[in-house]
C-alpha cells in the first residue's frame, strides 16, 4: 500500500495518471493549502511509479 502526505500534495494528479493499477483517486475536499489532494483506494502492487513521479515527494511506499 501506499501513504500519502495530504499536506504536501498539490494535486498535480501525476500519480493517478502514472499508477498502472488505478490505485489513487483526487479527494474531494481540499487540504490545508486548498488543493484536492491524492487518496490511495486499494489495489497497490508496491511498483512505486506513484512515488518516484510525484514532484513534491509526497506518497511513502509500504510494502506488508
Ligand atoms: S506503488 Fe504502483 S500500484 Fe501502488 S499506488 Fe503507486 S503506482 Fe499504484
Ligand atoms: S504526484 Fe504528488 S503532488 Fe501530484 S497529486 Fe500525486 S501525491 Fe499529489
Redesign the pocket.
Known amino acids: ?2 501513504k500519502i502526505n495530504k499536506e504536501y500534495c498539490k494535486g498535480c494528479k501525476l ?1 493517478i495518471e ?7 483517486s483526487l479527494s474531494k475536499e481540499v487540504n490545508d493549502k486548498g488543493y484536492f489532494y491524492a487518496v ?1 483506494k486499494e ?9 518516484l513521479i510525484c514532484p513534491d515527494a509526497c ?1 511513502e ?1 509500504i510494502k506488508e
Open positions: 500500500m501506499i500519480c502514472n499508477c498502472p493499477k488505478k490505485c489513487i490511495y489495489g497497490c502492487t508496491s511498483c512505486k511509479f506513484c512515488a506518497i511506499v
